[in-house]
């Protein structure tokens, strides 16, 4: 059976099914605190770069101004002799070399960024006009102020980096640093507020599971909001699996009250009873309410026992038995006889049995009444996908996602006066409680297909 065959589900159930991406809580929490962060350290570098870096270049670019003028002043009020020796000093203490300026002289002007135009801007405003600013000079990097006095012009030659007081990438690997321990510290922050909301959402999934036992949140949390959350939880979780147990002592009592009155009335009909049609009649009435009070029980059934490996040829051939002399049924089976599940073998019996009875039951064919089913196994990546399809008229498309719902019944084609409403839904919680997935819907040929999904045993 190709999975191409089965008809899609209707469009509104499409669209209620149909998830659109959606980052996780620990996600957008996180992404708020990096933005937050990011702004953060955005707004604290513009303030950096308003109220501290750009007034300290300024400040640099004064004081290598006034170090211009002075040497300047200097130079024209010493003699010969003082002069070698000012500007043999120059260089020696203040890393100043003075050189004459020729004409022929190779100049990069210096300036490249808005911040260093601004700085030769301050500079000529304070050294006259005449100055001129350079970044390189006869191939030599560094900060070339040339400035005259009276006809001679010198060059005023120095370490550029005197005017960028965070020099080198230093700044931005500390920058680098902090980003990184601050996204640290809000994936560590999110982490922790996060943690107890996901326990709590799997306690829930447990709990709606029917995993009551399981379900347990710590009672002795260190935040008083989350341990006072955990023990409302724990409390009615444990409420819940008592009504639960309650529920099922009660069916059982039921079940095992009205058994014994049945009994007796059907022996009772039996020998009282002269015709032999009326009393064939009384006998499948009764046979009817035992049936009802056994799905009643299995719908009502506490937790299966642990999951082990089950053949699914073997329980296949099973479940075929009853029907398998019926000339009113045609089952046709498509299993390899490798295929290995982990579930409750008792559990799984069931729940093939009540999909071959409701197939047997609403699946024959509208010329001859002979129902035809169809078993298909196979295996795919991390399933095992059971099929059964009967050939019948199926079921209108806004009934399917009611099919495995209690008591509900379809139209007339699939309902007869016999059933209890709770096949399919037994069928849906054998299979939820064996850790698979039940989907019902309507073959592009006609007929119901009810496909599983088990998990796989190793052993196959």
């Not at 004064?62 to 010493?78: E, F």
């Not at 060059?155 to 601050?182: K, N, V």
């Not at 409680?433 to 796989?456: E, F, I, S």
């Amino acid at each position: 059976m190709n999975p191409s065959d089965i008809a899609p589900p209707p469009p509104d159930r499409v669209e209620k099914s149909g998830r659109r991406f959606q980052l996780s809580l620990f996600w957008r929490t996180f992404l708020m605190l990096v933005l937050l962060i990011f702004f953060s350290n955005l707004a604290w570098l513009q303030l950096f770069r308003t109220q501290e870096y750009e007034p300290r270049i300024l400040r640099n670019a004064h004081q290598i101004a006034t170090v211009v003028n002075l040497t300047r002043t200097a130079l024209v009020h010493s003699d010969a002799i003082a002069r070698v020796s000012l500007l043999k000093s120059l260089a020696d203490e203040e890393d100043v070399n003075i050189q004459t300026r020729e004409p022929d002289d190779q100049v990069v002007v210096f300036g490249d960024s808005a911040m260093e135009k601004r700085l030769v801007q301050e500079m000529i405003k304070r050294l006259g006009p005449d100055t001129v600013i350079a970044s390189q000079v006869n191939g030599e990097a560094g900060l070339w102020v040339g400035f005259k006095i009276e006809r001679d012009s010198y060059w005023l030659h120095m370490d550029a980096e005197r005017l960028r007081p965070l020099g080198g990438s230093g700044w931005l690997i500390w920058l680098g640093i902090t980003l990184a321990l601050s996204l640290a510290g809000a994936a560590m922050v999110t982490g922790l507020i996060n943690r107890p909301l996901k326990r709590l959402s799997l306690a829930a999934s447990q709990v709606r599971e029917g995993q009551f036992g399981q379900a347990t949140l710590d009672e002795n949390a260190a935040t008083p909001e989350i341990r006072e959350v955990n023990i409302g939880f724990n409390r009615m979780a444990e409420r819940l699996a008592k009504v639960e147990a309650e529920r099922a002592l009660m069916l059982a009592g039921i079940s095992h009250d009205l058994r014994t009155p049945l009994a007796r009335l059907r022996l009772e009909t039996e020998m009282s009873v002269a015709d032999a049609d009326t009393r064939a009649l009384m006998a499948g009435d009764i046979a009817q309410l035992d049936t009802i009070i056994d799905k009643f029980l299995d719908y009502a059934r506490p937790e299966p026992s642990a999951l082990r490996p089950v053949w699914l040829s073997d329980l296949v051939s099973r479940c075929m038995a009853p029907w398998r002399h019926d000339p009113q049924v045609e089952i046709r089976v498509d299993l390899a006889e490798d295929l290995c599940v982990e579930a409750e073998p008792v559990e799984l019996s069931r729940v093939l049995s009540n999909l071959l009875e409701n197939a047997q039951r609403h699946g024959q064919s509208p010329g001859d009444g002979i129902a035809r089913i169809e078993i298909v196994a196979r295996a795919e990546p991390g399933w095992t996908v059971l099929q059964v399809r009967d050939h019948g008229p199926g079921v209108p498309d806004e009934a399917l996602h009611q099919l495995t719902q209690p008591f509900f019944r379809g139209d007339a084609a699939r309902t007869s006066a016999t059933g209890c409403g709770l096949g399919l839904a037994i069928v849906a919680r054998s299979v939820q409680r064996m850790g698979g997935m039940l989907a019902l819907a309507n073959h592009r040929t006609g007929g119901l297909v009810a496909v599983m999904k088990l998990r796989p045993s190793p052993e196959s």
